[in-house]
Nanobody, 128 residues
Framework: QVQLVESGGGLVQAGDSLRLSCAASGRTFSDYGMGWFRQAPGKEREFVAAISWSGGSTAYADSVKGRFTISRDNAKSTVYLQMNSLKPEDTAVYYC?????????????????????WGQGTPVTVSS
């Protein structure tokens, strides 16, 4: 079965950086797009970033564009989210997600509906 395990969250100050990792197992990692979503207390889960199966295409939410970078290492079956210039409004639980099927449309990969596999989440808290 597919498993996604996130790591790297924590408590940081505004302006700091963090790198989240998500290790995948249970299927051919390089066949599927991957995404990062986040959910703040009292809010709905929202899209953060996505990357195509090959790593050749990426997409970002406007709120993180220019600060966050998604990448993947298919040899290690791992996807990363490098978060720079963190702001208090970035505080949330961050979830790694694996696409349900082989999608190449980045607009589709920017939606919750594209993903059938989710990690347990890793909390990120940014203090001001």
């Amino acid at each position: 079965q597919v498993q996604l395990v996130e790591s790297g969250g924590g408590l940081v100050q505004a302006g700091d950086s963090l790198r989240l990792s998500c290790a995948a197992s249970g299927r051919t990692f390089s066949d599927y797009g991957m995404g990062w979503f986040r959910q703040a207390p009292g809010k709905e889960r929202e899209f953060v970033a996505a990357i195509s199966w090959s790593g050749g295409s990426t997409a970002y939410a406007d709120s993180v564009k220019g600060r966050f970078t998604i990448s993947r290492d298919n040899a290690k079956s791992t996807v990363y989210l490098q978060m720079n210039s963190l702001k208090p409004e970035d505080t949330a639980v961050y979830y790694c997600a694996g696409a349900s099927r082989h999608l190449t449309n980045m607009q589709a990969l920017s939606t919750v509906a594209a993903y059938g596999y989710w990690g347990q989440g890793t909390p990120v808290t940014v203090s001001s």
